[in-house]
């Protein structure tokens, strides 16, 4: 009886896997057909066009998920004496940057292929401004403000008073002669095309050596603006 029992039982594991095995070629078969019917080619199509479709998913959500890289303006100086100036950055491409001067909206431009913008004709006030940028996606998203730069606008020319000597014209006795002046912080000053030592109340002093009978002196003061002021002595050395 138990004999009897364990035979049922293995013919009714095998009827399971029979029809298993059966299952499995009907699902193989029917792929074959299909593939005979439409084509490989048609089917890789599939895949890759299922492919882009995901790829374009993803790449529309990073695009709304992550801003854009915070824009950098350039400026070579940090004063000028022109009222007008035109302003340059770099950001990443296909952004807008808006620019703002005293966290005021100057104006909007896009960035070219090699992520270079250029604001043209930038009006400043006397004194100091302070420009930032901001740069906005396709989508709105907009990146971090960029860092300050600040431009000083001064159109006036640097003050120069002379001390010694304090005359347009001076006769001395010795070869050797010390050009003294005073001006203001910050400036540069060249005595006939030799550069001065200047401190920080812009008082400034160089050596001349002399050559018998006139020396005609130029001393230019020039501030960082631009701006410069000019004056020209005689000293006359008699032995």
Same mark, same amino acid.
């Given at each position: 009886?138990? *004999?009897? %029992?364990?035979? @049922?039982?293995? $013919? $009714?594991? *095998?009827? *399971?896997? %029979? $029809?298993?095995?059966?299952?499995? =070629?009907?699902? %193989?078969? &029917?792929? &074959?057909?299909?593939t005979v019917v439409f084509? &490989?080619?048609?089917?890789? @199509?599939?895949?890759?066009?299922? =492919?882009?479709? $995901?790829?374009?998913?993803?790449? *529309?959500?990073?695009e709304k998920v992550i801003p854009p890289m915070m824009p950098r303006l350039i400026l070579p100086f940090e004063a000028t004496n022109s009222a007008r100036i035109d302003l340059r950055g770099v950001a990443e491409k296909g952004v807008s940057i808006e620019l703002l001067k005293n966290d005021v909206s100057v104006g909007k431009v896009e960035t070219d292929e090699a992520g270079e913008f250029v604001f043209k004709d930038i009006f400043l006030e006397a004194g100091e401004s302070i420009f930032t940028a901001v740069a906005i996606s396709k989508a709105g998203d907009s990146s971090e403000i960029s860092k300050e730069l600040t431009l000083a606008y001064d159109n006036e020319v640097p003050p120069l008073t002379m001390t010694n000597p304090s005359e347009a014209s001076v006769k001395v006795e010795s070869d050797d002669f010390d050009v003294v002046g005073v001006s203001e912080k910050g400036v540069s000053v060249t005595v006939n095309g030799r550069v001065a030592m200047v401190d920080d109340s812009g008082s400034f002093k160089l050596k001349l050596q002399l050559a018998i009978g006139k020396n005609e002196v130029e001393i230019i003061v020039r501030d960082l603006a631009g701006n410069e002021t000019k004056k020209k002595i005689e000293i006359t050395y008699d032995i």
């Open positions: 009886m138990a *004999e009897f %029992t364990r035979s @049922r039982l293995d $013919k $009714k594991a *095998e009827d *399971e896997i %029979t $029809k298993k095995t059966i299952f499995l =070629g009907l699902i %193989t078969v &029917l792929v &074959l057909v299909l084509g &490989l080619p048609l089917l890789v @199509r599939f895949s890759i066009l299922l =492919g882009d479709l $995901k790829n374009k998913q993803d790449s *529309e959500i990073v």
